[in-house]
């Protein structure tokens, strides 16, 4: 089993565009995969898609195996989803959002707690843990959106976006704490515009234009023919 599958994926809103006109993905496990592509292309669709954000219109999505439409809480437990805009409650403090989190999950409050720890201090944020999120800078909130995302646990990280607007300094230990993460097992997908992000952490990548995918190949392939 692939830890993400899609196929024939086809999204039509509901103003009559279709964003996505039959896409086919397969990303292995322990991957550290980018879905690239110009603003437009149809990247946040398809997570979109995959993290149940967004509605379907065709065709079919696993996780670990487990399919979105029939087996939707396995493939939940084996999903995080960093999405590209913040979503947080602007009053609730970074600990509480963590491990709130956590809790939809059905993680009993004790571990919960120990988990939002560990993710708090990996990602710089356990001095901020009774801060309001109103209050983080965008590169204290965009590790936050990570922490939150990897409470639980999955083996597989979905980043929409992960570095967009984010300074160089913080892009590079964002870049450092995923490559961590990978090598201890967590298959990784991320999107982006940037060829260089793309080039620099990941090992396979497929190219998205206009709702199709154009290329899906190994970065050393890439890097070849350019
Ligand atoms: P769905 O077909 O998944 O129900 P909708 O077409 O109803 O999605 O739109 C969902 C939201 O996205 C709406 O709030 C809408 O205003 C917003 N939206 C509409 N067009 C665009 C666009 N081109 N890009 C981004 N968001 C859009
Ligand atoms: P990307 O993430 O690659 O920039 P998106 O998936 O956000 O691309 O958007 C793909 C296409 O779908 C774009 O043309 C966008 O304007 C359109 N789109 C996105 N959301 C909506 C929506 N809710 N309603 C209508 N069109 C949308």
């Given at each position: 089993t692939y830890a993400l599958e899609i196929e024939g994926l086809v999204k039509n809103y509901s103003d009559g565009f279709q964003a996505l006109k039959g896409i086919d993905l397969q990303?292995?496990?322990g991957d550290?995969?980018?879905?690239?592509g110009p603003n437009g292309a149809g990247k946040s669709t398809t997570l979109g898609i995959v993290s149940s954000l967004v509605n379907k219109s065709g065709g079919r999505v696993r996780v670990f195996g487990h399919d979105i439409d029939s087996e939707l809480s396995k493939a939940k437990v084996n999903l995080g989803v960093v999405p590209q805009e913040f979503?947080?409650?602007?009053?609730?403090?970074?600990i509480d959002i963590v491990t709130t989190q956590a809790g939809y999950y059905g993680i009993p409050l004790k571990q919960a707690k120990v988990s939002a720890e560990k993710y708090l201090k990996k990602l710089g944020l356990w001095d901020k843990r009774d801060t309001p999120s109103r209050m983080l800078s965008g590169g204290m909130k965009r590790r936050l959106m990570i922490a939150r995302a990897l409470v639980h646990e999955p083996r597989l990280l979905i980043l929409d976006e992960p570095t967009a607007g984010v300074d160089i300094e913080l892009r590079r230990s964002m870049w450092q704490f995923?490559?961590?993460m990978n090598r201890q097992g967590t298959t990784i997908i991320l999107t982006t515009?940037?060829?260089?992000e793309a080039e620099a952490l990941c090992r396979n990548i497929a190219i998205i234009d206009q709702g199709k995918i154009i290329r899906h190949t190994s970065k050393r392939e890439l890097l070849q023919q350019l």
């Open positions: 990303v292995r496990k550290f995969f980018a879905l690239l979503n947080f409650n602007q009053f609730e403090k970074v995923l490559e961590e515009h940037y060829l260089e």
